[in-house]
């Protein structure tokens, strides 16, 4: 049994919201979908690392380069995330959602900021942080389409059947032994 403290939890917890609110690209800001993956794998070892304790300088120093040299781009998706939350939340209120269609700089309501120019906005939660929202985005398989991978065929398929079978502890002999026990099992002499 593996026993994890609470302060290990919120240590987890604290370093993966503090990394996601840093890195907060999304997948429509790459070219591709393999390098969106890409991105999010270097994030995903970066996390595991700081949580581990795994060469915790580097990281903050590569951390706080990613930060300053992308600081206008964390902004706009704080801000592009505060909205749809701030929408979402007017829509699950039964609310219409409030947009500024005449280019004027506006106040949010919540931080008492000015918007600045047109595609930078300031951010709607006051601290200048949205709240964190469930999790962050996770790799989505290249290839995959409604009828599994693109490169299977029926070899392919039984080999993988085989090998994900063979990773969970089973095999073919367990269940032809369970068979023979369950039949000689059953005979009363």
Request: negative net charge; hydrophobic residues 35%.
């Amino acid at each position: 049994m593996v026993v994890v403290s609470a302060t290990t939890f919120n240590k987890e917890i604290a370093i993966r919201r503090r990394i996601s609110s840093i890195f907060n690209k999304r997948e429509d800001d790459f070219p591709s979908l393999r390098e969106y993956n890409d991105y999010l794998e270097e994030v995903e070892d970066m996390t595991t690392n700081l949580i581990e304790g795994i060469d915790a300088p580097a990281i903050e120093a590569k951390i706080a380069k990613y930060q300053e040299e992308n600081a206008e781009q964390i902004m706009i998706n704080r801000a592009r995330k505060a909205e749809e939350l701030a929408a979402a939340m007017a829509a699950s209120k039964g609310q219409p959602v409030q947009t500024d269609t005449d280019g004027a700089t506006s106040q949010s309501s919540q931080a008492g900021i000015g918007a600045g120019a047109p595609g930078h906005y300031a951010p709607t939660v006051p601290g200048g942080q949205p709240r964190p929202t469930g999790m962050a985005p996770q790799p989505i398989p290249v290839g995959v389409g409604p009828e599994g991978y693109a490169a299977d065929d029926e070899e392919m398929m039984k080999l993988r059947a085989e090998r994900g079978g063979k990773a969970g502890g089973w095999s073919i002999e367990l269940s032809k032994r369970r068979a023979i026990e369950e039949a000689f099992g059953s005979i009363w002499i």
